[in-house]
Structures are given as C-alpha cells and as structure tokens.
C-alpha cells in the first residue's frame, strides 16, 4: 500500500505534468488539448493508481501482460487502459478478453501479432481496437519494434487486412540517454508522412506516441500527439529483486 504522503506527491506530480505538457504545446503553437497523456502505472500499486484516477485523469498505460489483467478488474471501468511496448503475439486472446475496457494497443510490431489481436477481437466480439505501430528509430537491437524502412507496409497491413482493428498512429521509445532523442522523434515523424501519403490519411488522424518522464516536452516540441509518462508521475520503479542474495 502506498502511503498518504506518496499519494498526495503523486497528484502534485501529475498536475506539475499536465503543467509542463501544455506549456511545452503552446511553446510551438499547439493546441495543448491534443497531446493525451498516457500515465504508466507499471509496478505500482492499484491504491496509487486510483489516488490519479481521483485526481482526474482517465487515460493508463502498462506493459507487462498478467500485471495489467491484475490490476484493471480492481480499477473503475472508465479507465481508458492502453498497453505499451511489445506484446508477444500469444498474449493477445489473454490481454483482451482480460481488460474488457483497453482501448489502445501501442506495440504492434509484425503481422503475426496484428492478425492475432484482429482475431482475438472478432472472437471476443468487442468494438475495434485501436493499435499504434511501434517502430525501431534507434536502431538498438535490444528495443522492439519494426524497421522504420518497413512501416508502411505493416500499416498497410493493419488498414486492409485487419478489419477489427483501427491504425490509429505510430509509437517510438527515444534513446536512453537522450542523446538522439530528437533524431528518432524526427525519424518517428517521417514516418507517418509517408505512413499517412500511402494510406492517404490526414496526418492529424495518425497519431505520434513518443516522450516519455526524461524527454516528453522535447517530444511535445517535435509534434508528438501521446506521452507516455511513468516515473515523474508515480515515482522511481522497485522491480522485485528476481534472485535474492
Ligand atoms: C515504462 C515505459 C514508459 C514510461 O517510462 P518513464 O521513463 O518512467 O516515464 C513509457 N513507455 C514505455 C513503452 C514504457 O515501457
């Protein structure tokens, strides 16, 4: 259980984010209505969670299967759940028919995984589900996602091919350190001029989910339309130590 003073820092920290969210948008002339902010409740605890749910926002990310279908049936079913990053693509029945209420899958990565998100959602017989492709722009093999060379074609794949899902934009996680942040951004960003040219879609219909707690108002600056923010809401992560000494 969270105590009361980490929950009273968690709402204070949101407020301070959506601050720093629309200040970031009006810096560049945006509308700061348009940037949604995906709160990433991964590792905490749902008590935490329902203390921002209380505070007003509606809109959480995770990314770890069993931890999402633990957690979203303790949760109010206004919760729009999004999952981010990679999904095994035998995971997909499970996630779906465990979080009746998700809403968003951000980490489509290959068609396998998109015809069996496609399927389980005809199975389960639920509304279409939105997807966002996750895209590699760092080019680090440790990180998911598809070869931004490769985008169009599993967009396309999405959009003719998948008829319960809904291609609602493309997802990039930036370097660790910063560094060539802003070139994936751009990377990311070009993407979807080709993404939206190909599939001859409005580029405001294709959203661009990047930034995260150490770069999300850069993001913002360079036409991001969803961050995704865990720390600088929730506080540091603990992962359970796996092998105790
Ligand atoms: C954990 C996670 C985040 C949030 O990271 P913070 O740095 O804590 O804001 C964002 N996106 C993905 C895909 C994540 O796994």
Redesign the pocket.
């Known amino acids: 259980m969270a105590s009361p003073a980490v929950e009273a820092t968690a709402a204070t920290a949101l407020r301070s984010v959506m601050f720093r969210v629309r200040q970031a948008a009006r810096r560049v002339g945006r509308e700061p209505d348009r940037v949604r902010v995906v709160a ?1 409740s ?1 590792t905490k605890p749902v008590s935490l969670i329902r203390q921002i749910y209380d505070a007003g926002h509606r809109c959480f ?1 995770e ?1 770890y299967v069993q931890e999402i279908i633990d957690k979203a049936p303790q949760l109010p079913e206004d919760i729009e759940w999004q999952f ?2 990679h999904l095994q693509s035998n995971k997909a029945k499970t996630l779906l028919a465990g979080v009746p209420n998700l809403a968003v899958v951000q980490g489509v990565d290959s068609d396998k995984i998109a015809n069996n998100l496609d399927r389980a959602v005809s199975n389960l017989g639920r509304h279409p589900l939105r997807v966002l492709v996750q895209v590699n722009t760092s080019g680090e093999a440790s990180k998911s996602g598809i070869e931004p060379s490769s985008v169009v074609e599993l967009a396309r794949h999405v959009k003719l091919h998948c008829p319960n899902l809904v291609f609602s934009g493309l997802m990039t ?1 930036g370097m660790p350190d910063y560094t060539s942040t802003p070139e994936n951004f751009r990377t990311l960003s070009n993407c979807r001029t080709e993404v939206c040219k190909d599939l001859g879609i409005a580029e405001d219909q294709c959203e661009l989910s990047m930034g ?3 770069d999300f108002e850069q993001a913002i600056e360079m036409g991001s339309t969803v961050v ?5 809401i929730f506080g540091p ?1 603990e992962y359970p130590q796996k092998h105790p000494k």
């Open positions: 990433v991964k990310g990314n981010i990053g996680i995260m707690s150490g995704r923010i865990g720390s600088t992560r």
